[in-house]
């Protein structure tokens, strides 16, 4: 034996087992001449390698610098050890549990690659439009995994014994598919089959049998029946899509109508970017996005078929019903194998000219959790899907697309919804702490399990609203420390008493702590960009339980997330609603109530413009006054949502509600049809309404954005009859600056100004109304003018879906605290 020889031994943790990392040991070991070993285990990938030490440290420097597309190294050690003397060659060794916890990445789901799409289109290969072909590089992850390590036998494809030829590419370690655990076959794989229609008795009668269309059959069967303007049930990677032919009125329509959705955007399916650049416009930054490897809907501005319209314009390729209240469209192309064929031999079917385009939505009823499985679709989307085409390999983690737009300024994205691609990547916190499960919030949940320096937060679970939500938050609230291997030693809650999540977080048995919902975005933001020590926040939403016992949602905060201390700056003028729960459906309300509240308490006679909500809701306003008057289940709120809402029901955009946001989304693109997003930053605020501050010192708060102010001018001016458009941005425009105004007003560049200096020079932007294009465009940039450094969401959306990340940032300090 040489004198020089070398052994080393590395641990690697990270997103490294179902990515190809084993056989990417394997064959640097192999170019370098190495013997040795490489194994999976719940630690991480452990490695010895030995041999020349020149060669052990070209290893080292290939294990850092050629990983596979899908690994990312978090932590890798190294150690030499004792040469071992006799071993001969390098081995992939059998996968180990690695004892008590694991610092193993959990790969999210990943779209179809370009190595298995080439093994579909060709006619000669075994796997030729074979709709579940995959190798390490690409397929389903997370939604088949029961436990790590990832291994054939803990995930849903451990029924499926490999036939001779798959076993053989899954032993050799220089075949992409070696190790690749959902690999498979049309001889050994999954099947799927079409079922017309879904009789009585249905659901238990869910497989294939003698005259269902089976494989590639199935799959023509189903684009004929889309092609034909019916609805299906189509199961996929994370749950079931429902669908339709995107170009038909009709049955875009009767979706709407059986899936109880007349007006919130529906997604939309294209083959290809080329398809995709006949319907939206298409940037470079939104074309990376929908190419990636997570492939999630990305909004895209429609091509016009006119320059303005109401509803929006939209491409003639699609249907206006698609996207009714917006000019953007959510666009994704296929991730699986299953839509590429789909989508190929639907197509095929079409005349010339016309785009190939499938409405692409959540398998559910309205409100509840996309459906999993076979019998539970046939039993729960029976009264919507006219077709259903389903298969036998198990999903075992429902989870929803992701839904991203690009910041047109930044080209940065942005997103609205956080799941498939993207769930379970953790998000990186400072320093280590321990462990907690945040519930979240009552709109919008995810839930939030933190492990060492990292906090994962879940898919979006929904709005909390009924018994299968529930039953889907438990689920995920019993899986994620499973999977993670940890055991919570407390959960946090939203101050709401009422919340379903507060029942759950009070019955866990666990040390209950309780965070403010408009702290938690701010700590969410604070920890997302690993920001440590005092910030001022602005949590921009629509409504949130105060800790003052009041109904907060456009605030100006002050957080230190190392000393622990919060306080309420400023806030938003309060606004009545009307009705309570009733105010927020119906847009209305709330823009009558403030009417009352500014002295303008009668509708317009002699020919001056009358309100625009009276030609449907006469009776009802006519009673508002009473309620007013006396107060009765009148709460009244600093919501900035609710102001949007009240504007866009004065200018006659929204009087009722059917999906949250709409009257606000209504608005935004009243004002796009004068100016996208605002247009220039400098001409944007030109146009501004007055929007000032007036001090108060009531409660130990020090500002109040005088927001009356700013709807008494948008008032005179719909009263004068200017565009409703125009109304809009100068709305838009006027709340930015009266919001950048506040912050200033206690930043130490604004020292003097009325209020409280606090000598903080960061502010974090975060809540539901972040979502609105133009005012994350602008607020920053406003912000920044100020000399203030601006923090915002990048890796969660800005609303309700990273309040779990802020609870549980916020919870683990809280508990490292107390010792």
């Known amino acids: 034996m040489p004198d020089d020889l070398v052994r080393r031994k590395f641990t690697v943790s990270g997103q490294v087992q179902g990515v190809g990392f084993r056989p990417f040991v394997y064959r640097i070991a192999a170019d370098h001449a190495l013997t040795g070993t490489v194994s999976n285990t719940a630690a991480g990938v452990f490695i010895e390698v030995q041999g020349l030490a020149a060669s052990v440290d070209g290893f080292g420097h290939d294990l850092a610098h050629k990983l596979p597309p899908l690994a990312r190294v978090v932590s890798c050690t190294r150690e030499d050890i004792p040469v071992a003397h006799g071993e001969e060659g390098f081995r992939i060794v059998a996968s180990g549990d690695g004892g008590a916890g694991h610092e193993v990445l959990i790969s999210a789901d990943v779209a179809t690659c370009d190595d298995c799409l080439a093994d579909m289109d060709d006619p000669a290969n075994r796997r030729h439009l074979y709709p579940f072909t995959n190798c390490t590089n690409c397929g389903p992850r997370y939604t088949i995994t029961r436990f790590i390590p990832y291994d054939r036998d803990k995930t849903s494809m451990a029924c499926f014994p490999l036939c001779p030829e798959c076993a053989a590419e899954y032993e050799n370690p220089l075949d992409r598919r070696f190790h690749a655990q959902p690999n498979a076959c049309p001889a050994c794989g999954p099947r799927v089959w079409y079922v017309d229609g879904a009789p009585q008795g249905a659901a238990h009668d869910t497989g294939p049998r003698a005259g269902r269309p089976e494989g590639t059959p199935a799959i023509r069967a189903l684009a004929a029946a889309l092609a034909a303007g019916r609805i299906a049930a189509v199961k996929g990677l994370g749950g079931f899509h429902l669908s339709c032919d995107a170009a038909s009125d009709a049955a875009v329509g009767e979706l709407r109508r059986r899936k109880h959705r007349p007006h919130k955007p529906l997604a939309i399916m294209v083959p290809d970017l080329g398809t995709a ?20 809907i990305v909004l895209c501005r429609a091509l016009a078929s006119a320059p303005s319209a109401t509803p929006p314009p939209i491409s003639p390729l699609i249907s206006p019903l698609v996207s009714p209240d917006t000019p953007f469209v959510g666009v994704m192309l296929p991730y699986t194998p299953l839509h590429h064929v789909l989508l190929r031999l639907y197509g095929a079917l079409l005349p010339e000219g016309r785009a190939p385009a499938l409405v692409m939505t959540s398998g559910n009823a309205g409100g509840e959790p996309i459906c999993l499985g076979n019998r539970e679709a046939l039993r729960r989307l029976r009264s919507i899907a006219d077709v259903f085409l389903l298969h036998d390999r198990d999903i075992l983690i429902r989870t929803d697309d992701s839904v991203t737009r690009v910041n047109p300024v930044t080209g940065a994205p942005q997103f609205l919804r956080r799941a498939r691609g993207f769930t379970p990547r953790p998000v990186f916190l400072e320093g280590d702490g321990p462990c907690v499960l945040a519930m979240g919030p009552e709109l919008k949940n995810t839930l939030c399990v933190t492990r060492g320096d990292k906090a994962f937060v879940s898919q979006h679970i929904g709005d909390m609203h009924n018994l299968e939500t529930l039953g889907f938050h438990r689920e995920i609230a019993a899986h994620l420390p499973r999977i993670l291997q940890v055991t919570p030693q407390a959960v946090v809650r939203d101050l709401h008493p009422d919340y379903m999540t507060t029942a759950e977080a009070e019955q866990s048995g666990l040390p209950a702590l309780t965070l403010q919902h408009h ?19 602005l949590a921009l939403d629509g ?15 002050y957080v230190d997330n190392v000393a622990l201390d919060h306080r309420r700056l400023g806030r938003l003028a309060r606004i009545p609603l009307p009705g309570g729960e009733a105010a927020i459906r119906e847009p209305w309300r709330i823009a009558q109530g403030l009417l009352w509240h500014l002295g303008l308490r009668e509708p317009a006679r002699d020919g001056a413009r009358p309100w625009p909500w009276l030609r449907r809701h006469a009776q009802a306003a006519a009673l508002l006054p009473r309620l007013l008057e006396r107060g009765v289940n009148t709460p009244l709120t600093s919501s900035c949502g609710r102001l949007f809402d009240a504007v866009a029901a004065l200018l006659g955009l929204c009087d009722a509600i059917t999906y949250e946001g709409q009257a606000a989304i209504r608005l935004e693109h009243a004002q796009d049809a004068v100016s996208p997003h605002g247009g220039s930053h400098a001409d944007f605020l030109a146009h501004a309404y007055p929007c000032p501050l007036r001090p108060v010192r009531d409660g130990g708060e020090t500002l109040v954005l005088d927001t009356h102010a700013l709807f008494r001018a948008v008032h005179d001016d719909w009263a004068r009859g200017v565009p409703p458009g125009e109304v809009a941005l100068r709305f838009h425009a006027g709340l930015v600056a009266g919001l950048a105004d506040m912050v200033a007003a206690v930043a130490p560049a604004a020292a003097g100004v009325m209020g409280e200096v606090m000598g903080v020079p960061v502010v974090a932007l975060s809540g539901g109304v972040m979502q609105n294009l133009t005012l994350s465009v602008h607020l920053p940039q406003a912000l920044a003018a100020r000399g203030l450094t601006v923090l915002t969401h990048a890796e969660l959306p800005p609303g ?6 802020g609870q549980a940032a916020w919870a683990r300090r809280a508990l490292a605290a107390r010792g």
């Open 800 to 805: 309700d879906g990273c309040i779990s990340l």
């Open 543 to 557: 409504t949130g339980h105060g800790d003052d016992g009041t109904v907060w949602g456009g605030e100006l905060l």
């Open 277 to 296: 650049r006949r319907i939206v416009h298409v940037s470079p930054a939104e074309e990376a996005l929908l190419a990636g490897r997570e492939r999630p």
């Open 519 to 537: 702290f938690a975005h701010i700590h969410a933001v604070l920890a997302e960009n690993r920001h440590d020590g005092p910030a001022l926040g």
